[in-house]
Nanobody, 126 residues
Framework: QVQLVESGGGLVQAGGSLRLSCAAS????????MGWFRQAPGKEREFVAA????????DYADSVKGRFTISRDNAKNTVYLQVNSLKPEDTAVYYC???????????????????WGQGTQVTVTS
C-alpha cells in the first residue's frame, strides 16, 4: 500500500511558477513509476507528466512540454512537478499517482496507476 500526499498548490498569476510535491509512504517508492494528472472543473482527468522508477525516463503532455518538469528523489520518497510559465488554462486540481511498474517509458494512462493522492489546487489568474 502506498499513500500519497500532494502539496505546493496555490493561487498564482499567469506567467508565474509553482513547485508541486508529492510525498509517498512505504519502503518501495523506488519500485513505482510516478505521474501527475490534473482535472479542471467540468473536464476529465488528464495526463500531465510521468517519470520512471529510476528517474531516467520522463514523459509529458504536449500542452506542458517546455514549461513543466517532473523529477523525483527516491531517498526522500518524493516526486516533484515544477510548473513554470503558468497559464489560466493550467487551473486544475493536480493529482499525484503511483504505478507499480518498472516499464520504460513510464505510463501515461490513468488506469495504469494503482494509487492516487487527494490532489492540490492550482489556480492561475490572468
Amino acid at each position: 500500500q502506498v499513500q500519497l500526499v500532494e502539496s505546493g498548490g496555490g493561487l498564482v498569476q499567469a506567467g508565474g511558477s509553482l513547485r508541486l510535491s508529492c510525498a509517498a509512504s512505504g519502503r518501495t517508492f523506488s519500485s513505482y513509476a510516478m505521474g501527475w494528472f490534473r482535472q479542471a472543473p467540468g473536464k476529465e482527468r488528464e495526463f500531465v507528466a510521468a517519470i520512471s522508477w529510476s528517474g531516467s525516463s520522463t514523459d509529458y503532455a504536449d500542452s506542458v512540454k517546455g514549461r513543466f518538469t517532473i523529477s523525483r528523489d527516491n531517498a526522500k520518497n518524493t516526486v516533484y512537478l515544477q510548473v513554470n510559465s503558468l497559464k489560466p488554462e493550467d487551473t486544475a486540481v493536480y493529482y499525484c499517482a503511483a504505478a507499480r511498474t518498472l516499464r520504460w517509458p513510464p505510463p501515461s494512462k490513468a488506469y495504469e496507476y494503482n494509487y492516487w493522492g487527494q490532489g492540490t489546487q492550482v489556480t492561475v489568474t490572468s
